[in-house]
T-cell receptor
C-alpha cells in the first residue's frame, strides 16, 4: 500500500523563524512529488520534484527531493503570518498514460505567530 | 495559467436529496479529472478518477451508485451525491492534471442537514 507520511503534523513558530517540513514516502512506480499550500479552500501548487538533489526555490520557499532515501523537505525562511496554512505533500505514481493518481500525506499545519 | 472552476462553493441540502457539483477546466481540455473529499483536519482522499467519454474509476470503499460521476465533455466533470446523508457532509475538491502539476478547483463545502 502506498504511503506518504508528513512530519510534524503541526508546528507553531514566530515570525522570522525558519521551518523545515518533512515528507517521506513509500510508493511503487514513483513519478514525482508535489507540495501544496492549503489555506481555507483548495490547495495551491508550490513545487513539483522529479529529480534527486535539485533544489527548487520560489521566494522564501525551497524544496528538495532525495529519491534514494525516499523523502523531501520544504523549507520556509523568514516566516510571515501569511505562511500559516496546511502544507500538503503528495506523490504521483506512474499508472500508464499521462494522467496519474496522487496520494496525499496528512499535511503539516503551520501556524506563524506575530 | 490553468484554471479549474468548481461550483457551487458551498451547499446545504436536506437529508435524502441529491446534490450536483460541477468542475470545469476553463482554459484547457482535461480528459481526466479527479475527485477528492476532505474531512476537517484530514488530508485529501481520492474518491474517483473521471474519464471523458467513459466510466469513472472509483477507489476502494467509494460507492459508485452514491457518488455519480459524469465526464461528458473535455471541460466538464460532475459529481452527484445521491440521497445525501449527514455523514456525506465534507469538502469535495476536483483537480485536473497539467504538465507542471495538478490544478485544483476551489472546492465545495457540502453540509447535509
Amino acid at each position: 500500500e502506498d504511503k506518504v507520511v508528513q512530519s510534524p503534523l503541526s508546528l507553531v513558530v514566530h515570525e522570522g523563524d525558519t521551518v523545515t517540513l518533512n515528507c517521506s514516502y513509500e510508493v511503487t512506480n514513483f513519478r514525482s512529488l508535489l507540495w501544496y499550500k492549503q489555506e481555507k479552500k483548495a490547495p495551491t501548487f508550490l513545487f513539483m520534484l522529479t529529480s534527486s538533489g535539485i533544489e527548487k526555490k520560489s521566494g522564501r520557499l525551497s524544496s528538495i527531493l532525495d529519491k534514494k532515501e525516499l523523502f523531501s523537505i520544504l523549507n520556509i525562511t523568514a516566516t510571515q503570518t501569511g505562511d500559516s496554512a496546511i502544507y500538503l505533500c503528495a506523490v504521483a505514481k506512474n499508472s500508464g498514460g499521462s494522467n496519474y493518481k496522487l496520494t496525499f500525506g496528512k499535511g503539516t499545519l503551520l501556524t506563524v505567530n506575530p | 495559467g490553468a484554471v479549474v472552476s468548481q461550483h457551487p462553493s458551498w451547499v446545504i441540502c436536506k437529508s435524502g436529496t441529491s446534490v450536483k457539483i460541477e468542475c470545469r477546466s476553463l482554459d484547457f481540455q482535461a480528459t481526466t479529472m479527479f475527485w477528492y473529499r476532505q474531512f476537517p483536519k484530514q488530508s485529501l482522499m481520492l474518491m474517483a478518477t473521471s474519464n471523458e467519454g467513459s466510466k469513472a474509476t472509483y477507489e476502494q470503499g467509494v460507492e459508485k451508485d452514491k457518488f455519480l460521476i459524469n465526464h461528458a465533455s473535455l471541460t466538464l466533470s460532475t459529481l452527484t451525491v445521491t440521497s445525501a446523508h449527514p455523514e456525506d457532509s465534507s469538502f469535495y475538491i476536483c483537480s485536473a492534471n497539467r504538465v507542471y502539476g495538478y490544478t485544483f478547483g476551489s472546492g465545495t463545502r457540502l453540509t447535509v442537514v
